[in-house]
């Protein structure tokens, strides 16, 4: 089956539209046809080579569309139906079983690894050539996708594909960070470093969550004036001085959650040191395999931690209906993050990401 998709063809390099050729659906497989797909930061990250795959490769991770086939064995969806797509997983290893697929102890292969868990190719070049490709079990930069049945969520018919794109991995990981995994009770401090679709999906969360105060930390104003209308009763520039102490005076003395989204180990630091004794910093910001950050190891004594979060900690086909339900309720707009584009300017779409323009672009198919 032919599709067209945005090949990144090199490191760094701009996406190329191609035709490719899909694989034929194993048994547990969908193919379904992309009609929006977001750009989440790390398909940027992935472009310039800090995680594979490496091109040639197809990336996008936030794909929404209509289910086009099924294979023989998949009973949850049918040809027709409206799907959100999200990260794989195997389902059966110790923290699948446990309900925590977002630490599947198989995730960086299945997510990152360009191929199928058997090592087979589900994209190819018109020269019949393999193209990285699966990612997130779905590669959305393109016109058809195949995903695994495990990965794709039914949709409510009146939810427009293009607000539901981003559910399936941005939007789902800072509102997930916060709701699913640092479950703060209501009244607890909040702040959040980095407030793009990561940090701005948290803010919405820890308003639905009844935090108090919630502090939204950026360097673009325009994405702080966005936070403070989202939920944020405080914003500040990360750059300024003495920002851990200024957190911790309106946090009474010290923040009880930090959810860190800039991939900046110096932002890391800070949101560390505006910890209360007994809180906890949230890190998602994803740095370059092997980034080490100094802490002061005699503050943690008091209680603190620091946790890793994957993809918020969610259950997709449980947690992403929570926040479509939570959207219709007006209680979580993420609808004002969203800027959409013709996918032939997804190299548009990802430099307005880029330089702050756009919070979460998402391109049409
Ligand atoms: N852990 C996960 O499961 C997971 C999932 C999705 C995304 N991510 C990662 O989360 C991060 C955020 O993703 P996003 O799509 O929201 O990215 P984004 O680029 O839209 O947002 C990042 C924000 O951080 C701000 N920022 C950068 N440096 C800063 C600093 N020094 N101080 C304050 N703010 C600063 C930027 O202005 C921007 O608004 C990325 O690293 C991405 O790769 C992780
Ligand atoms: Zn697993
Ligand atoms: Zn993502």
């Avoid at 969806?77 to 794989?88: H, K, N, T």
């Avoid at 949709?155 to 640092?182: I, M, R």
């Avoid at 609808?335 to 990401?353: H, Q």
Wanted: proline content about 7%; glycine content about 12%; overall charge negative.
């Amino acid at each position: 089956m032919y599709a067209t998709a945005a090949v990144m063809p090199g490191k760094g390099s701009l996406f190329e539209l191609r035709e490719v050729v899909l694989d034929e659906p194993r048994p547990d497989e969908v193919v379904v046809r992309v009609v929006a797909s977001g750009i989440c930061h790390t398909d940027l990250i992935v472009r310039d080579q800090w995680y594979p795959p490496e091109p040639p490769v197809v990336l996008g991770h936030e794909g929404a569309g209509v289910v086009e086939r099924v294979g023989s064995d998949v009973a949850s969806v049918r040809p027709g139906d409206r799907v959100a797509m999200s990260f794989a997983f195997c389902r059966g290893c110790r923290n699948c079983l446990l309900g925590r697929p977002a630490y599947c102890t198989d995730f960086f292969p299945r997510n990152f690894g360009g191929r199928r868990a058997d090592g087979s190719a589900t994209v190819r070049a018109s020269d019949g050539s393999e193209i990285n490709a699966n990612f997130f079990g779905q590669s959305s930069f393109s016109t058809y996708v195949l995903a695994a049945e495990h990965t794709v969520v039914p949709l409510p018919n009146d939810l427009p594909l293009e607000l539901a794109a981003p559910l399936g991995c941005g939007v789902q990981t800072g509102a997930g960070a916060v709701l699913n995994s640092l479950a703060p009770p209501a009244g607890g401090s909040i702040v959040v470093f980095g407030v793009g679709t990561v940090g701005l999906s948290a803010i919405m969360a820890a308003d639905v969550a009844h935090c108090d105060p919630v502090i939204a930390v950026d360097l673009v104003p325009k994405r702080l004036a966005l936070a403070a209308e989202l939920g944020a009763t405080h914003t500040f520039n990360g750059t300024t001085g003495g920002l851990a102490e200024r957190i911790m005076e309106i946090a009474g003395g010290g923040i009880d959650f930090a959810v860190e989204t800039t991939a900046s180990p110096a932002v890391l630091r800070t949101a560390v040191d505006s910890l209360a004794f007994g809180g906890t910093c949230g890190v998602i910001g994803a740095a370059p395999i092997g980034t080490e950050v100094s802490l002061d190891m005699s503050a943690l004594l008091f209680d603190r931690s620091v946790r890793g979060i994957v993809e918020g900690g969610s259950v997709p086909r449980l947690f992403i209906p929570r926040l479509i339900d939570l959207h219709r309720r007006g209680r979580f707009p993420f609808d004002r993050l969203i800027r959409t584009y013709p996918f032939e300017e997804i190299n548009r779409a990802a430099e307005d990401s880029e330089k702050g323009v756009t919070v979460k672009p998402v391109v049409l198919m």
